[in-house]
């Protein structure tokens, strides 16, 4: 039984516990089991709480059947940058390795109200910084279609863990694409939803939003499920928005087609690599087959680099200052350099960044009056060497910091757009390429109908979850 449940999508595990064939302390063995000989490999739970994770699936047994949430006692692994009551939260800073949480981020409180099981801490780079997932508390996590490639990040643990079948779904979070490149270099799916639509604790602001939590996924309709699961209006987030009439599950099932779609190599902003390229055009053009107009075309995002470093540097200004002037041996190199960028932040620059966002985002409303989906690489490279701190060229272009290579996807997160990263298609290497599909701010359920179709489409839902594989020769 236990590896019949490994392969079956998390919408087919809910029914199954929605009809009682199986309970969540079944789960819970079948992953405890799954980890103990994968995890080994790859790295990517490196916190475990199955102790607390009995004790709260016994407790959501013992209420009525349809009184146990959409999730109905599915087990989830969080992030290890969101805390869980009771649970090791490390952040992937030795500052923090030994910190247990007092109390749930509400983010994990509405995922165990809609009868998610928390049994894991997926692992992540210090505070989130950095596209490659690793650090000097738990080392690196690895990617499992080849382990000496990254996983990319930030929420690599979480993608790898899909992959591998130590998840059904997994949380994550995504500013600079934390969700959308891990899900691309893993070969699952990755959301970043519209500001508001997942709620969680407030830090530093209460209206700081260039950070969202989202769902990882490995198709589709589970991406779907999972973000109703985390869709939820709470007082305590301002930004917080009521669940839509219509279930995202709903929407991803519609089979509702966009009539025009837009396919950009590049946005205009960033090298990609040939092969990427070639692999997300001709999975975009794909979309023709079903009737859709396919163009070549893209929002002007001229001003994205600029806005998002000064942006991003004033964030790490606001919420780790305290830890460069206390803690500065205990942090790697990267992340003194974004705090330090931050505090030497003039009032006019980040007044200049704000204005060139809303610019930005303005821009990006008025393309998707035509367009009703645009398209791209949610990654400009195929996944590379996991001794590799981050990608520091391409294409002949060399980057002048450790987050520029991640361009593409920032830029959208600039627009304020829902986007995710879908499976499109694989190098001649064999490794994982994602599509990132985007759709304009609170477009969400037209972006999972959209995505639902090419994926039906291209045809690939079913390539996770796999046994890590060993280095390429």
Known sequence: MGQELVQETACAVVDRLKRGEVSPLDLLDVLERRIAVVDGKVNALPTLCFDRARD????????????????????????????????????????FKDVVSPQSDIAVEQLEANGAIVYAKSNTPEFGAGANTFNEVFGATRNPWDISKSAAGSSGGAAVALATGMAWLAHGTDMGGSCRNPASFCGVVGLRPSIGRVPHTPSATVDRNLTVHGPLARNVEDLALFLDAMSGEWPADPLSLPPPAQSFLSAARSGKKPKRIAYSADLGITPVDPEVVAITRKAAQRFAEAGIIVE????????????FHVLRAFDFAMTKMDLLR???????????????????????????????????????????????????PATIVPPFPVENRYVAECAGKKF????????????????????????????????PVGLQVVAPPRGDAQLLAGAKLLEDILGLRGSTPIDPRPAKA
């Open 56 to 95: 709260h699936a016994r407790a959501l047994m013992r209420k009525p059947a349809a009184a146990r949430g959409l999730l109905a006692g599915l087990p989830v692994p969080i992030k290890d940058l969101t805390h869980v009551k009771g649970v090791r939260n490390t952040q992937g800073s030795p500052i």
């Open 296 to 307: 070549e075309a893209h929002p002007d995002l001229r001003e994205a680099h600029e806005s």
């Open 326 to 376: 206390t803690k500065r041996d205990l942090l790697k190199p990267e992340v003194i350099w974004n705090i330090e960028q931050g505090l030497k932040l003039t009032v006019e620059q980040i007044t200049r960044a704000e204005a060139q966002r809303l610019a930005m985002a303005t821009r990006a409303i008025e393309f998707f009056k035509t367009y009703d989906l645009l398209l791209c």
């Open 400 to 431: 002048d910091n450790y987050v520029e290579w991640l361009g593409i996807v920032y830029a959208i997160t600039l627009t304020c757009a829902t986007a995710l990263s879908l499976p499109c298609g694989f190098t001649a290497s064999g490794l």
